[in-house]
């Protein structure tokens, strides 16, 4: 059974959400865009479904509790996402957020607003923060409780004072990216270089 490859992004706003198309559409990877929604409106069995119906990775998919306490809808289903058994997790990009939940998870590293990876965690607006290997987000209680090879912490996707706008490539986030497949071994668009491989070979 072929596993898809996953990068778990927890944030669902519009800026987030064409940040990401962004990435996804330059690298060759796949946004599913319709898991934008804040709070995420789509329950874990749809975004597998629509995951496997995808056909390139890696596929992003976007989570959002919209500030719920606790694990919210979006949590349930990242959980779900993340834990089945179609899909490999290769990283996940853990959004700050100036929430007054006080949830935090475990970071492996950041990636701030210049672009600078760091071990300390950022803020939403991709400023180094003052601890070390944690970030504050609504939508990240439940991440270093999964087995997600890189987390990376990143300030608000898509915004960041419009140094990660989608209309200038959405910087930082790519090379968040970039930093997770680059840890994982994998390669952008790899199905879909793998399927004009597999044409040329038949022909």
């Not at 929604?37 to 995951?51: A, F, H, M």
Request: proline letters at 2%; aromatic letters at 4%.
């Amino acid at each position: 059974m072929e596993k898809r490859r996953v990068i778990l992004v927890t944030d669902g706003d519009e800026f987030a959400c064409r940040a990401i198309e962004r990435v996804a559409a330059e690298i060759g990877g796949r946004c599913i865009s319709r898991s934008q929604g804040n709070p995420t409106k789509l329950s874990g069995e749809q975004l597998v479904e629509l995951i496997l119906q995808t056909p390139h990775d890696p596929v992003f998919v976007m989570f959002d509790d919209c500030g719920a306490l606790g694990e919210g809808a979006g949590e349930q289903a990242l959980r779900y996402v993340a834990t089945h058994e179609q899909i490999q997790v290769l990283g996940a990009l853990a959004v700050a957020s100036n929430t007054h939940q006080h949830e935090w998870t475990k970071v492996h590293v950041s990636i701030d607003r210049d672009g600078v990876m760091t071990e300390y965690g950022v803020d939403k607006e991709g400023f180094r923060d003052l601890e070390i290997g944690r970030i504050n987000g609504d939508t990240v209680y439940c991440l270093d409780r999964l087995n997600i090879p890189l987390i990376v912490g990143i300030g608000d996707i898509g915004k960041m004072g419009y140094r990660d706008h989608a209309k200038y490539g959405a910087p930082i986030t790519r090379k968040a990216v970039e930093l997770i497949l680059e840890r994982s071994g994998g390669h952008a668009g790899k199905r879909k270089e793998t399927e004009s491989a597999d044409r040329e070979a038949t022909r």
